[in-house]
């Protein structure tokens, strides 16, 4: 008997959702993006994201399945997952797409991409900053690559993304911003554009140039 509880306990263990660590400290986007934000942002919102979507699968074969993999075959009705899958998965892309150097500019097969696109690098901040000033209320301006390299901008609302079905937007996620009054009303208020201007400080092309290379 002891066995047998002590198994499941493990299998629920092993299987759970874990809150991503973060890649540099709280403070190493400022003045971008402000330590108070980031820390209560990732420990509170991500990590509540992230517990309640192990809340929404647990004991379901769900369990197993990939966050991309649940998201992708979503039941867009069930509420819990829609929004707790959603963070849980949004949320772990946009920490990664951050850098605290912020030095970093695009370059290669995706900067190729973009401007096949968008024309100009310009082209293209213009058309993702209009996503993001633009969702109304709480949401999510994406950069998305299609199967053969077309690259797209869109927005989602709530925590919505593309890889979801029936959403407005589709291809895979390989840039993500959260326009959330979250995650940036401490700092900016209601200044959302200016904390837009202020991400394309902090974007890590390499990492978003290696999601583009992986998904296109
Ligand atoms: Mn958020």
């Known amino acids: 008997m002891i066995i047998v509880d002590l198994g499941k306990h493990l299998k629920q263990i092993l299987m759970a959702f874990e809150l991503p660590q973060l890649n540099y400290a709280y403070d190493a986007l400022e003045p971008h993006i402000d330590a108070r934000t ?31 993999t649940i998201l992708g075959d979503l ?9 707790n899958g959603g963070g849980f998965y949004n ?23 973009i401007l096949l696109a968008y024309g100009t690098f310009e082209d293209f901040k213009s058309a993702f900053s209009k996503a993001a000033a633009t969702q109304f209320g709480s949401g999510w301006a994406w950069l998305c690559v299609h199967k053969g390299g077309k690259v797209e ?64």
């Open 153 to 216: 901008v869109c927005s989602t609302p709530n925590q919505d993304n593309p890889l979801m079905p029936g959403v407005s937007c589709s291809g895979t996620p390989i840039l993500g911003l959260d326009v959330w009054e979250h995650a940036y009303y401490l700092n900016y208020q209601n200044r959302r554009p200016d904390y837009i201007e202020a991400f394309f400080s902090v974007i890590n092309w390499t990492e978003v140039e290696k999601r583009f290379s992986v998904a296109k």
């Open 75 to 83: 039941d867009m009705s069930n509420k819990a997952l829609r929004n």
């Open 91 to 113: 949320h772990s892309l946009f920490w990664n797409v951050m850098n605290p150097e912020g030095k970093e500019a695009l370059s290669g097969e995706l900067k190729d991409a």
């Open 38 to 68: 980031m820390e209560i942002h990732h420990s509170k919102h991500h990590n509540g994201y992230t517990n309640n979507l192990n809340t929404a699968i647990a004991g379901t074969d769900l369990e197993t399945k990939s966050i991309e």
